[in-house]
């Protein structure tokens, strides 16, 4: 069975780095690409970008360069997301979502993990 | 980036109701159309791909149609735990992009 175990939600103040992890176990880490998605409090999804874990290649939204480094780890099976320069635009929950086989659609997604940034 | 269009924002349904909920692209995305289905607090559930492809253990009361820019998600027969948001995606090219999300309520 696929899973998604992400880590714990994070108090941040503005200005910070926040680094969240997305542990999956239930498949070969390495074969599948995995996605970052944003969703501020009661609003849609926004897709931040991908990471190949085979060969840590990535892919960003434009608009989230700059802001998210995609990293990975083939030791543990887990894929991390930085968040730097911490604005309250950046208080959502951040999923990662394993994407389906040979493509990019995420098809199956973590829990979830709430970032809130406030001083 | 191409831009994904939902009909509705706010269905009020009730139950047993045929809803269909529409998707509209900003270009023809060749079928690479995903909906989702999201429960508050909980992260959101594949429900199909390729605008028509059930996904393993989906009841069959959901179905996908559509080509080129236009897609629909329809629910036969809505049911209490069919009560939810609803987004659409584009995986043809990056950034994929999201519909902004159609919400079933109960009327």
């Known amino acids: 069975e696929v899973q998604l175990q992400q880590s714990g939600p994070e108090l941040v103040k503005p200005g910070a780095s926040v680094k969240m992890s997305c542990k999956a176990s239930?498949?070969?880490?390495?074969?599948?690409?995995m996605h970052w998605v944003k969703q501020k409090p009661g609003q849609g999804l926004e897709w931040i970008g991908y990471?190949?874990?085979?060969?840590?290649?990535?892919k960003y939204n434009e608009k989230f360069k700059g802001k998210a480094t995609l990293t990975s780890d083939k030791s543990s099976s887990t894929a991390y997301m930085e968040l730097s320069s911490l604005t309250s635009e950046d208080s959502a929950v951040y999923y990662c979502?394993?994407?389906?086989?040979?493509?990019?659609?995420?098809?199956?997604w973590g829990q979830g993990t709430l970032v809130t940034v406030s001083a | 980036d191409i831009q994904m269009t939902q009909s509705s924002s706010s269905f009020s349904v009730s139950l047993g109701d045929r809803v269909t909920i529409t998707c509209k692209a900003s270009e023809d995305i060749y079928n690479r159309l995903a909906w989702y289905q999201q429960k508050p607090g909980n992260a959101p559930r594949l429900l199909i791909s390729?605008?028509?492809s059930l996904e393993t253990g989906v009841p069959s009361r959901f179905s996908g149609s559509g080509s080129g820019k236009d897609y629909t998600l329809s629910i036969t027969s809505l049911q209490t735990e069919d009560v939810a948001t609803y987004y659409c995606?584009?995986?043809?090219?990056?950034?994929?992009?999201f519909g902004a999300g159609t919400k079933l309520e109960l009327k």
């Open positions: 995606q584009q995986y043809w090219s990056t950034p994929l992009t």
């Open positions: 239930g498949y070969t880490f390495t074969s599948y690409v």
């Open positions: 990471i190949n874990p085979y060969n840590d290649g990535t």
């Open positions: 390729g605008a028509t």
């Open positions: 979502a394993r994407a389906e086989l040979g493509g990019w659609l995420p098809a199956y």
